[in-house]
């Protein structure tokens, strides 16, 4: 096993075996199982990994597997039915789109968002509770406005 696997194993373990809410958290517990890792190299890991940090029951952020362990349209579909829970509200400006989440919820709406690949969506940009998604044109924008407030009705 390389070392890259083998960190991370790791990884999966330690998010698996305790609720992890940040990236030094996390890089701490590395440390004391032997990986001195660096910031950018845990970033690129939890990006592989598929981790993404989401609220809890109490509104805390943990780090948790996006793809839930199943299949790519599985995964997507459990992302996706979290769109309803996370987002409060939208608002559009030229070609851009502000969507705001509930604390820590912005980081897994943008992932759902890169990953259904909407043709009218260049990106996304995420903080902690606010994603700024850019269209690829003022009709992009309005599409993706009124499939987002689809969303916040349920």
Known sequence: MSDKSSRHAVIRDIVTAHAVSSQEELR???TKRGWDVTQSTLSRDLRELRLARIPDHQGRARYAFSDG???GEAALARLERMLPEL???VEGVQVLVVARTMKS???PVAEVLDQLEWPD???TIA???TVLIICRSPEGRERVLKKLRAYIRR
Do not use: R
């Open 28 to 30: 701490k517990q590395l």
């Open 69 to 71: 362990g199943g299949n």
């Open 87 to 89: 987002l409060t509200s």
């Open 105 to 107: 919820g912005a980081q």
């Open 121 to 123: 969506v260049a990106g």
């Open 127 to 129: 903080g902690d509770d």
